[in-house]
Nanobody
Framework: QVQLVESGGGLVQAGGSLRLSCAASGRTFSSYSMGWFRQAPGKEREFVAGIRGSGSSTLYSDSVKGRCTISRDNARNTVYLQMNSLKPEDTAAYYC??????????????????WGQGTQVTVSS
């Protein structure tokens, strides 16, 4: 069982920045692929960013590419999502997820085994 706890969400003005964190339990965190997803009211959950266990490989959705950076600190069992130049359309609940198997596709939500409770990001115009 892997527990994931997100933090760092909040209210920010357009153009601002936030850094989300996701702390994970588990003794083999460095082997997990991790992902960030988001879901806005009335919309489907969508992939934001993903990172392999070693941190050497990352993937971003087109909607955040160039504005967001995913990283991880395996010594702290934590994955981060740095979000810059935030836009009102970034408003959503953000969830981190863990793939403990290491499947090929980082962007597919059904490839993730565990999910956090989410943290709300609200961007005002």
């Amino acid at each position: 069982q892997v527990q994931l706890v997100e933090s760092g969400g909040g209210l920010v003005q357009a153009g601002g920045s936030l850094r989300l964190s996701c702390a994970a339990s588990g003794r083999t965190f460095s082997s997990y692929s991790m992902g960030w997803f988001r879901q806005a009211p009335g919309k489907e959950r969508e992939f934001v960013a993903g990172i392999r266990g070693s941190g050497s490989s990352t993937l971003y959705s087109d909607s955040v590419k160039g504005r967001c950076t995913i990283s991880r600190d395996n010594a702290r069992n934590t994955v981060y999502l740095q979000m810059n130049s935030l836009k009102p359309e970034d408003t959503a609940a953000y969830y981190c997820a863990a793939d403990i198997v290491g499947r090929i596709r980082l962007s597919l939500s059904h490839n993730y085994d565990y999910w956090g409770q989410g943290t709300q990001v609200t961007v005002s115009s």
